[in-house]
Antibody, heavy 121, light 106 residues
Framework: EMQLVESGGGLVQPGGSLRLSCAAS????????MNWVRQAPGRGLEWLSY????????YYADSVKGRFTISRDNAKSSLYLLLNSLKAEDTAVYYC??????????????WGQGTLVTVSS | SYELTQPPSVSVSPGQTASVPCSGN??????VCWYRQKAGQSPVLVIY???KRPSGIPERFSGSNSGNTATLTISGTQAMDEAHYYC?????????FGGGTKLTVL
């Protein structure tokens, strides 16, 4: 069974850091691009970052560029997001999401259950 | 930056057809995906490449995309379809989501 399981969320003070992890199973992790998406309480979906299969191509949303760092370890079938200089507005559920490319067409076809990050003093 | 606009809410009676629009500049030139998110759950892909259904998604879900508007259509809407629906496209290398539409089945 295909699974994406996020972990690492929690309560952190403003200005602090967290490292989120996403453990993949049930599929060949190294064959898929991956993304991080977040959702603030009662709000919509916000894309944060993308990483290619080999980790050589990375993109960020302007809202987190310079503060968040995406990475992956294909040997461990894991995706990571390092969150630095956290602000109250970073409070959200953070999802890892698998991206599928087929004949030039992309789609985000599977999402994890999310991990909650709360930034508060 | 590119934006996708959705109405905050749409209401439909059970058994009727629900239409959820998503607008963006020349959106018809991009492929659009749609996600359903029920309360307390993760998003689920229901339409990709404008009008393709992933396996397991009922035939009553369909999509279209032309000009500046993409539309998610749910035929014979059921109570279980009540959820938030998000459109999504790519602009250059970034993922763009619409603000989401709450579909209420009255």
């Amino acid at each position: 069974e295909m699974q994406l399981v996020e972990s690492g969320g929690g309560l952190v003070q403003p200005g602090g850091s967290l490292r989120l992890s996403c453990a993949a199973s049930g599929f060949t992790f190294s064959s898929y691009e991956m993304n991080w998406v977040r959702q603030a309480p009662g709000r919509g979906l916000e894309w944060l970052s993308y990483i290619s299969r080999g980790g050589t191509t990375i993109y960020y949303a302007d809202s987190v560029k310079g503060r968040f760092t995406i990475s992956r370890d294909n040997a461990k079938s894991s995706l990571y997001l390092l969150l630095n200089s956290l602000k109250a507005e970073d409070t959200a559920v953070y999802y890892c999401a698998r991206e599928l490319w087929e004949t030039g067409v992309r789609r985000i076809d599977y999402w994890g259950q999310g991990t909650l990050v709360t930034v508060s003093s | 930056s590119y934006e996708l606009t959705q109405p905050p809410s749409v209401s439909v009676s059970p058994g009727q057809t629900a239409s959820v629009p998503c607008s963006g500049n020349k959106l018809g030139n991009k492929y659009v995906c749609w996600y359903r998110q029920k309360a307390g759950q993760s998003p689920v892909l229901v339409i990709y490449q404008d009008n393709k259904r992933p396996s397991g998604i009922p035939e009553r879900f369909s999509g279209s995309n032309s000009g500046n508007t993409a539309t998610l259509t749910i035929s014979g809407t059921q109570a279980m379809d009540e959820a938030h629906y998000y459109c999504q496209a790519w602009d250059s290398s970034t993922v763009i989501f619409g603000g989401g539409t709450k579909l209420t089945v009255l």
